[in-house]
Each structure stands twice: as structure tokens, then as C-alpha cells.
Nanobody
Framework: QVQLVESGGGLVQPGGSMSLSCVAS????????MGWYRQAPGEERELIAT???????YIADSVKGRFTISRDNAKNSVYLQMKSLKPEDTAVYLC??????????????WGQGTQVTVSS
């Protein structure tokens, strides 16, 4: 079992910046991809950015050039730096990972989410 705990979030003015952090804890063999989704009211959950352990980083077109994802494997953590924020970035941001629970089992895990509100 993996627990993901996000920190950061809150209210920011348009054009501002904000950083989110997420740390994974619990019992697992390894972590594969770690990343971030977001979900606005009435909309589907959207993949924003993800970093596999091996492979290319993905950044959604809607945030490319404004959001940066980074990862600290030693700390089982993933970060999202957001700049030039727009009102349409307002959403609940959820941390996600794929973890190897057993030799043969990989599972998706989600954090509880943190609210990001971009408003003047």
C-alpha cells in the first residue's frame, strides 16, 4: 500500500506562481511513474505531467512552457512548479504514482488532492 500526501496549493493571482509537492510512503518494492493530474468541477480528470522512472517526461500541451515537473527518487517525491497561472488552471491537483506492491503486482495510487485557485 502506498500513501501519497500532497502539499502546497491555495489561492494565487493570475500570472502568479505556485509549487506543489507530493511524497509517497508505505510499503512497496519500487515506484515507477510519478506525476500530477487535475480535475476542475464538472470536468474529467486531466493528466498534467508525469515522470516515469525510465522514459520521457510528459507535459500536457495546456501547461507546457508554464509547468515543470521534477522528482527526487531518494525522497520518493514529485514536485510541480507552476508559473504564469491562469484562471483556467483552477482545479484540484492530485498526485499519482504507479507502484510495485509485490513481485507481480503494479497498482495506481492517488493522493487526496490539493485545491489550486487562480483568481484576483
Amino acid at each position: 500500500q502506498v500513501q501519497l500526501v500532497e502539499s502546497g496549493g491555495g489561492l494565487v493571482q493570475p500570472g502568479g506562481s505556485m509549487s506543489l509537492s507530493c511524497v509517497a510512503s508505505g510499503t512497496f518494492i519500487s515506484l515507477d511513474a510519478m506525476g500530477w493530474y487535475r480535475q476542475a468541477p464538472g470536468e474529467e480528470r486531466e493528466l498534467i505531467a508525469t515522470m516515469p522512472t525510465g522514459g520521457d517526461t510528459y507535459i500536457a500541451d495546456s501547461v507546457k512552457g508554464r509547468f515543470t515537473i521534477s522528482r527526487d527518487n531518494a525522497k520518493n517525491s514529485v514536485y510541480l512548479q507552476m508559473k504564469s497561472l491562469k484562471p483556467e488552471d483552477t482545479a484540484v491537483y492530485l498526485c499519482h504514482c504507479i507502484a510495485q506492491d509485490t513481485v507481480k503486482t503494479w497498482r495506481n495510487y492517488w493522493g487526496q488532492g490539493t485545491q489550486v485557485t487562480v483568481s484576483s
